[in-house]
């Protein structure tokens, strides 16, 4: 069975420090993977999309990673602010299911001041 | 370009009635799919559409229904609706379905069955 696994479900850091997201997902054979960010009661934006064929995306002070061997993937964020915290989802793509998207729960993240 | 757009925002229904959420996909975006958003069980799929056909469906009961229309708008109807629907229900919207193609949320709509 395909699943999302996200690690630690919820992280408080002060401002300034860099911090790292996990999600591992089971059967390397994927599409893509996509980290989204959602902020309470909102929809989700679109952070970052790696395809199967790429190791990282970056996009400002955002770094995602993608090791398909070890079925992970890492969303580091460097000098985290305030406007940071949010909840932080990735969610997986692969062949089997016909491109639909596969979820984490999600890590629930406060950037203290 | 305007982005995803879904209405309404919040929904109150009593149970047994029936509900019929829209998706306004982005401009040029052929693909919708559909997802639900709860608590406990995070995002699950429920169907995706395009070109105005289903093209894949997630394990929800029946009373769960979608269309597409020409203009790639979507609709989603839940009927005889139970307590446990209530949920953020959320839509993406797809240029198209190649293989690694970027999905862009909507807002989503909030539903509340009592």
């Known amino acids: 069975k395909q699943e999302v696994t996200q690690i630690p479900a919820a992280l408080s850091v002060p401002e300034g420090e860099n911090l790292v997201l996990n999600c591992s997902f089971t059967?390397?054979?994927?599409?893509?993977l996509q980290w989204f960010r959602q902020d309470p009661g909102k929809g989700l934006t679109s952070l970052l999309l790696i395809q199967s064929s790429q190791r990282e995306q970056t996009s400002g002070r955002l770094n995602a990673s993608l090791d398909k061997s070890s079925g992970r993937s890492t969303l580091y964020i460097a000098a985290s602010q305030p406007g940071d915290s949010a909840t932080y989802l990735c969610a997986v793509s692969w062949a089997g299911n016909n491109r639909k998207l596969i979820w984490g729960l999600g890590t629930s993240l406060a950037v203290n001041p | 370009k305007a982005g995803v757009t879904q209405t309404p925002r919040y929904l109150i229904k009593t149970r047994g009635q029936q509900v019929t959420l829209s998706c306004s996909p982005i401009s040029g975006h052929r693909s919708v799919s559909w997802y639900q958003q709860t608590p406990g069980q995070g995002l699950q799929f429920l169907f995706e559409y395009f070109s105005e056909t289903q093209r894949n469906k997630g394990n929800f009961p029946g009373r769960f229904s979608g269309r597409q229309f020409s203009n790639s708008r979507s609709e989603m109807n839940v009927s005889t609706l139970e307590l446990g629907d209530s949920a953020l229900y959320l839509c993406a919207s797809s240029r198209d379905r190649g293989l690694g193609t970027e999905a862009f949320f909507g807002q989503g709509t909030r539903l509340t069955v009592v």
């Open positions: 059967d390397s054979a994927i599409y893509n």
